[in-house]
Structures are given as C-alpha cells and as structure tokens.
C-alpha cells in the first residue's frame, strides 16, 4: 500500500461522516467499496474490516475537537464564554455543528486561529439573536484575537512619524460593554445600555495579556488618522482644514496617552 495513500484516506476518514457512517453501517461487509479505486479499496478494506477500533479513535477524535471548541473560547475570548455559560447556552452542540460545518477540521496549535473562527460562527447563531449585547462582546473579544493574531507580522517602523503599534486594537461598541468589564460576575445577567463606547484592547508591553480601556471618540478618531504612518504635517492637514493649523494641546495631551499606553509611536 502506498503510506501516502494510507495517511491521506485516514484523514480522510476522520472528517467524512459520510464515509464514516459507510464502514460503520457495512460492519465488516465490502460491497460498498466498489465504487472506489482499486488503490483505495485495498486501504479501505482493511479499515473495514476492524471497523469497531477505526470507530473508537474517529469518536476520540471527534471528541477532542469539541472539548477544544470550548477550549479556544477559554482562551481566546474568555467573557464571551463566561457569558455564554450564563445564559445556559447548549455549547456542546454548538460546538458539534461549528465542527460539522468546519468538516471536522483539526485547528491543532493555531487555537486564536481557531477561536476567531469559532466567533464568526456563533455571532451568525439564531441562538444568540435575543443576546445583542454578548454579539456586542463577540466583537470586542474578536479584536483581542486579531490583536495576537496579528502579532505574526509585525509593521516596519517609519522613524519621525506617528504610526500605530502592533500592540493595540479599538473596537467601537454598541453597548456599554465597559458595564461587564468592571463587574465580570454579571457578564450575560444584566443588560447594559445601548450606548456607543470606545474601547482600546492594548498590550502594555510584549510580555503581557491584554487590557481594556474606555478612549473618547477624539481620542478614537486621532487613532484611525494613522492608519497609516503620517508626519506631523500630514496629520495636522488631516485634523483641520486650514493650511497653518497647529496640533492643539488636547490633541498633544491625548497622543501622547495613546502613547503611554502602548497603542501609537511617536516621531523622533
């Protein structure tokens, strides 16, 4: 049997129900394999022919890839799942119809790769249609993983320019998620207030988990302007509309805590 073969129908055969539920419902049996090819029947045959232990390590696999389900959460979005467990959400079979939809994928170590992935699905659940402000939180968490994500390729510095650093994120919510992120024993039990906030998920320095802080919207808005690198110049035209205009001390004051807080460089 060719060993590449062999791996490929194995990998194969943990992902495929379909393919599972053809050797479990043939019990030994063989007719089903005509229609492959004659490479592939051979592999199969004999995987048939033990099928009570290939059926073993698939629900072991299986099995595996759903408690990691919970595990990305826990790692990656923490309050998201505190919440979700709160509400009585039935994770378990979520987890099963993200995987089922993710054709069993096995994310391995990529568990931040995984839990963005895992986001993306739940905020698409009719399941949490009635839950807007833990949507709310989803999206908040899901900046946090982009912010390690993101961390792989890290921006060329531009000497003499404000530039962002790798080390920050800004989310605007929907609702005053700083409610929840106070008080974490009452994320998915109160209702906090449809209001917008601006919230910098930061890194204090590359050793360091990631914090929250609540930024005002000039101070959010100083923050997109750079975008892309920009020199004092170019930012003052991007700030006001008339050709002589100065950074203004509040602008000063709040660049320099975008600064201090690990979310901005600035020129030198």
Not at 94 to 114: I, N, T
Not at 128 to 149: H, K, N
Not at 208 to 226: D, E, N, S, V, W
Not at 246 to 265: M, V
Request: overall charge neutral; hydrophobic content about 40%.
């Amino acid at each position: 049997m060719d060993a590449e073969l062999v791996w490929k129908l194995w990998r194969r055969l943990l992902r495929d129900e379909t393919l599972q539920k053809q050797l479990y419902e043939a019990q030994g049996a063989t007719q089903w394999l005509q229609h492959f090819p004659n490479d592939e029947r051979a592999i199969l045959h004999a995987y048939a022919s033990q099928f009570e232990r290939v059926k073993w390590f698939v629900e072991n696999y299986q099995f595996r890839l759903a408690n990691s389900f919970i595990n990305a959460l826990e790692t990656g979005a923490p309050l998201t799942l505190r919440a979700l467990i709160n509400i009585g959400l039935d994770l378990p079979t979520l987890s099963k119809a993200f995987l089922r939809q993710q054709e069993w994928f096995d994310y391995g170590p990529r568990v931040y790769g995984y839990c963005d992935s895992a986001l993306g699905f739940l905020l698409e659940r009719q399941e949490l249609a009635d839950y807007p402000q833990i949507r709310d939180l989803m999206g908040l968490e899901r900046e946090c993983v982009r912010l390690y994500t993101g961390l792989v390729e890290a921006c060329d510095v531009v000497p003499g320019y404000y530039q962002r650093t790798d080390g920050a994120r800004i989310y605007q919510s929907r609702y005053a998620l700083s409610h929840w992120l106070r008080d974490k024993s009452l994320l998915g039990r109160s209702s906090p207030e449809e209001t917008s906030q601006h919230i910098l998920v930061y890194l204090p320095n590359p050793e360091a988990r990631h914090k929250f802080t609540l930024i005002g919207p000039r101070a959010a808005h100083l923050y997109r302007c750079l975008e892309q690198p920009q020199s004092q110049d170019t930012l003052m035209q991007m700030l006001s509309s008339t050709a002589a205009a100065q950074l203004s001390g509040e602008d000063l004051e709040l660049l320099g805590k975008l600064h201090r807080l690990n979310a901005i460089r600035m020129p030198v």
